[in-house]
């Protein structure tokens, strides 16, 4: 029951919030950071957890069946405290209806990750684009954005949910996710798969379907950003390791090359793109394609060294990249710009916000002692095990390339001589450095003793 | 000599539709003598109440069997389910009086619904070609006259257009019928499937035509042209009840020929253009949608591709299937009811609830209507946390199984295209005020308030605990 | 397929005659147009008024009214013949079939159906 509450508090706490009249700022406020702050609790409270009850027996068997364990539990605890931080950094104007929205966006993506059947994983899959669906078209200038995410994030969804039915009714039970010994066999397999991996691919996103993200993350609001960038893009990963590793080993290693060349081309691509924008936000959205794509090459060598990495790659970029947004939303509040041609000298007045916005750069360029290293590392030397040498030659590049990138970033907002034309405003405030001091303390957490994930994480 | 027909008569068997009959004369005259402000209120509320009635008797048949009037009416699960569907219509559709029409006229148009809805249940129960006609006609009747019971040009329109292009259908109807029963030398649905008849080229021309009466009825493409036109010039009650009635009582019927009337083992090739109709729907209507200003205009759309997907369910004539089609016409009854019962809050007589510019920057003024209408919207979309969801997830699943898998994907097409039309209505909703001086909203009244709070809760509750009705033996031999 | 043979003969009998009849003088006539010929034929009288000429419609509601009466009245022809072997159940159906007529013409006077006004 913990577990349905887990899922339910964010959803109910966030219909609530709409009672609220939209001028309660504060209350809204305290409400949401009281409910997410109770989030992180059940998650810590209920690991290991297991709860069922039946909900279709025909045309095949399905369940509401949800577990936190494993991975689960990582990317829950990563999406609770990142949405807590998100809650006590969102400076938005209608900070009531964003706050709501943030609620619903982790009830429905806690309702995926804790998700053990697949039915109920198709559901939460839908049910996630709605609040930043709703979010973006709430915002008349940024309505061409809302409808580039939904349309193919939609058709993923859809062909997932395809996919779902014919696993149903091909497998006889959809409440599968986590056990072991279910292998989907047969001439509809692949295509079964390749559902699945369509929708995986484009919330990722994978080149070539990356086109919704840049301009997402450029326009969704900081605090929404962050949970989207540092959690629901790891959904399609996580897909591809609960679902496409588990079910569908053999068809995986069939088709692996499409991944890894689809994979390799995020990853490079993404680096140079990043390295050529001027968009602060921009900079950081094309940095993940590549971390992401990273991760993909991981998951399709089949090494278990290299699925671990992935493992914690995944949580380390998950806060590194909700530290990034934050820190970034906090520099465009302040400036009212987000152009690297327009920012400069903001370190020399603002030493607490350039000492947050290094620490997360650090750990995205994969700085030893921060959450980024380890994985890396493990994620080279396990595809180097696999024999997939080619592939561990390419990934050393981007890892020399993110320094470039970050480190160009970082100086093209702190550094160099003051602008006159930006506006002076305080430095970080309280509120601000506690929202991301869970982040920062996770990041040195993760890069000095990475063992406590990674004995869990994946086995 | 006739035989004594006081054999045949089973007055329990048809208690429901003799109910609603009983009520369709009692609101008429008790309108006569109701004062002038509580006309409105008299025929609802006795409409309403009669209907319950109705829905109560119906609901003790479920576990009955065989038929009555020599053949000519089954019972059992099939029809009560089917009956029901109906009433809910019915009950949502009075429920929309209470704010659309003018006050003299809701008295004659109750009592014309619930006519019109008799011949729905009639329908519902049809065992035999000649009371799939007779229910077809009361149904249909009913409904020409209440098109026309606005006082816009469009609603005379309506009226026109439905009765000629209606009237046609039903003569193609009533020559495939009469086909049919040359093949088969009996009106008798079930004995379309004696042996030997495989062959006739009269069953296979009979049974065509009769397919294009009920295609033009459930408004299939390429036989839903008249839909967007009468359903817009429609007053607004009229054209909810429509939508649902007479799409649920025209699936009974089909689903009653295609499960118990074919001969087994020809049915996937003589069924084909069928399933061909289905994924033209699904094409069809969402492309429609697209470009409608008009609410009732883009639920006609609507309506002709979630025809589609139900015929999805029926691919195959799986008992299983038909369970899902139900399942998905009950969510779409109540996602349609939903929809035009926001509509109808909004609207006064002149139905400015209609038009969809009428919903800009609805959430501003009135946060409930936009939240429940936005659900609605996503219903229709199949989109969670709805029962469209888990609808679509069963036709889906349905036709994967029985190998139609290219109905499967055109449903998936078909709900891809659709989301930009639903989607557009709820942006307009949450668009934020653009200052121009917006008419003053009506405010619709405590129980329309209430049904829609009530279609919303059954639409989240059904995806998660989805009934279907395993007692639906859609014939009785 | 056989007892319907004559049917198909008949109807195609029915086709080829009409066909005939409407084409045949077109090809075999010569066209003489006058002013004559396009007006309507009153036996032979000259047309003194617009043929489609206006009246109420009010005349329509009350022929309308008259053919649910007439209707009325012809049903009640079978049921006269056969009363006897009807009995009481034809005559409670008859009963029935006249209430609800009756209150379809208490509400067509109420309203005021029947005053030409």
């Known amino acids: 029951m913990m577990l349905l509450a887990l899922v339910l508090v964010p959803l109910i706490v966030g219909t609530l919030l709409f009672a609220l009249p939209a001028a309660a700022q504060t209350l809204s406020r305290v409400i949401g950071v009281v409910a997410s702050l109770a989030t992180v609790v059940l998650v810590l409270a209920a690991r290991g957890d297991d709860w069922s009850v039946r909900w279709l027996s025909r045309p095949f068997t399905a369940a509401f069946h949800l577990g936190l364990s494993g991975l689960s539990f990582w990317l829950a605890l990563l999406l609770t405290v990142v949405t807590l931080s998100a809650i006590v950094a969102c400076n938005a104007s209608a900070r009531r209806d964003l706050i709501a929205q943030l609620l619903f966006l982790e009830g429905t993506m806690l309702g995926l990750f804790l998700a053990r059947d697949l039915l109920l994983f198709a559901l939460f899959w839908d049910a996630m684009l709605l609040p930043v669906f709703f979010t973006l078209l709430a915002r008349a200038s940024h309505v061409t954005t809302a409808w580039r995410y939904f349309l193919y994030n939609f058709a993923g969804g859809l062909a997932l949910l395809l996919a779902t039915a014919a696993f149903g009714v091909l497998f006889g039970s959809t409440d599968v996710i986590g056990q072991a010994g279910v292998h989907v066999i047969g001439a509809w397999a692949p295509w079964i798969l390749g559902g699945f991996a369509l929708a995986f691919l484009v919330k990722t996103p994978v080149f070539p379907l990356h086109t919704w993200m840049p301009l997402t993350y450029a326009d969704t609001p900081p605090a929404m950003v962050a949970v989207v960038s540092a959690v629901q893009s790891k959904a399609g990963l996580y897909g591809f390791i609960v679902i496409g590793l588990a079910f569908f080993p053999d068809y995986m290693k069939a088709y692996a090359g499409i991944f890894l060349v689809l994979g390799a081309i995020s990853l490079i691509y993404g680096a140079l793109a990043a390295l050529a924008q001027s968009d602060t936000k921009r900079i950081v959205a094309y940095s993940s394609l590549s971390h992401l794509g990273l991760i993909l090459i991981a998951i399709f060598s089949f090494n278990t060294i290299a699925l671990q990495g992935a493992g914690l790659y995944l949580i380390a970029h998950g806060i590194f990249s909700a530290a990034l947004f934050l820190v970034l939303g906090f520099v465009e509040e302040r400036e009212e710009t987000r152009s690297l041609t327009h920012l400069g000298g903001l370190g020399a007045l603002n030493p607490r916000l350039a000492g947050a916005l290094c620490i997360a750069a650090l750990a995205a360029l994969g700085l030893p002692g921060l959450a980024g290293f380890a994985g890396e590392l493990l994620i080279i030397t396990g595809i180097f095990q696999s024999g997939l040498l080619w592939a561990a030659l390419l990934a050393l590049i981007p890892i020399v390339l993110a320094a470039a990138y970050m480190l160009r970033l970082f100086q093209g907002v702190m550094n160099g001589p003051q602008r006159s034309d930006l506006p002076i405003r305080a430095d970080l405030s309280w509120r601000e450095g506690i929202a991301l001091a869970p982040l920062v303390l996770a990041l040195l957490a993760l890069g000095t003793i990475p063992g406590a994930l990674l004995q869990t994480v994946i086995k | 000599m006739i035989a004594n027909p006081t054999t045949q008569v089973d007055w329990n068997g048809i208690a429901p539709i003799i109910t609603i009959a009983v009520t369709a004369l009692v609101v008429p005259f008790a309108d006569l003598f109701a004062r002038t402000h509580a006309k409105r209120w008299v025929a609802i509320l006795i409409g309403g109440l009669g209907t319950l009635l109705a829905a109560g008797l119906c609901a003790q048949q479920y576990g009955s069997t065989g038929t009555v009037f020599g053949g000519a009416f089954a019972l059992g699960g099939f029809t009560v389910v089917f009956e029901e569907i109906v009433l809910l219509a019915l009950f949502g559709s009075l429920l929309l009086f209470a704010t659309t029409m003018q006050e003299r006229r809701v008295g004659g148009s109750v009592a014309l619904m619930l006519w019109s809805a008799c011949g729905a249940l009639l329908m519902a129960g049809a065992s035999n070609l000649m009371t799939v006609f007779l229910g077809i006609e009361l149904l249909s009747l009913a409904l020409y006259c209440l098109c026309g019971m606005n006082d816009r040009p469009a609603s005379r329109e309506s009226a026109l257009k439905y009765l000629v292009l209606s009237s046609t259908a039903s003569g193609f109807m009533l020559l495939g019928m009469a086909l049919l029963f040359g093949a088969s030398g009996s009106v008798a649905l079930s004995s379309l499937t004696l042996g030997g008849l495989a062959t006739s080229s009269f069953l296979w021309s009979g049974s065509a035509l009769f397919f294009v009466g009920l295609a033009f009825k459930m408004s299939l493409a390429p036989f839903h042209a008249w839909s967007p036109d009468v359903y817009e010039g429609a007053p607004m009650p009229v054209t909810a009840f429509m939508s649902v009635a007479t799409k649920a009582a025209t699936l009974a019927v089909l689903a009653r020929f295609l499960y118990a009337a074919l001969p087994t083992g020809m049915s996937s090739a003589f069924l084909l253009p069928i399933w061909i109709l289905a994924g033209l729907s699904m094409l069809v209507g969402n492309l429609g949608m697209l470009a409608q200003t008009d ?149 619709a009244p405590w129980p329309a308030m209430i049904s829609i709070a009530l279609y919303g809760i059954a639409l989240v509750v059904m995806t998660f605990y989805p009934l279907t009705p395993s007692n639906i033996v859609p014939f009785v031999r | 397929m056989a007892p319907y043979g004559s049917v198909a003969l008949y109807l195609c009998v029915a086709l080829a005659a009409a066909l005939l009849f409407t084409v045949l003088p077109g090809l075999l006539a010569k066209p003489k147009p006058n002013a004559h010929k396009d007006e309507a034929y009153e036996c032979g009288v000259e047309p003194t008024s617009s043929v489609s000429g206006r009246f109420p419609v009010r005349f329509y509601l009350i022929a309308m009214l008259f053919v649910v009466f007439d209707v009325e009245a012809a049903s009640f022809y079978p049921w006269a013949v056969q009363m006897h072997a009807l009995r009481m159940f034809g005559l409670l159906e008859m009963a029935v079939f006249v209430v609800v007529l009756g209150i379809g013409y208490a509400y067509v006077w109420k309203k005021g159906g029947f005053s030409w006004r």
């Open chain 2, 295 to 443: 609410l009732k205009r883009l639920l006609a759309y609507s309506g002709v591709a979630q025809a589609g997907y139900l015929l999805v369910a029926l691919a195959g004539t799986t008992a299983l299937g038909l369970r899902y089609a139900i399942y998905y016409l009950v969510a779409y009854a109540i996602m349609n009811l939903g929809a035009f019962s926001v509509a109808a809050a909004l609207s006064d007589e002149k139905e400015a609830g209609s038009a969809l510019s009428a919903y800009h920057a609805l959430a501003s003024r009135r946060p409930y209507l936009a939240a429940m209408m936005s659900l609605f919207l996503l219903a229709l979309a199949g989109l969670p946390p709805t029962a469209g969801f888990l609808g679509k997830i069963l036709l889906l699943s349905t036709g994967v199984a029985t190998g139609y898998w290219w109905l499967a994907v055109l449903l998936i097409l078909g709900t891809a295209i659709s989301l930009f039309a639903y989607a557009k209505i709820i942006r307009a909703m949450y668009a934020r005020p653009d200052g121009k001086a917006q008419p003053e909203l009506p405010v």
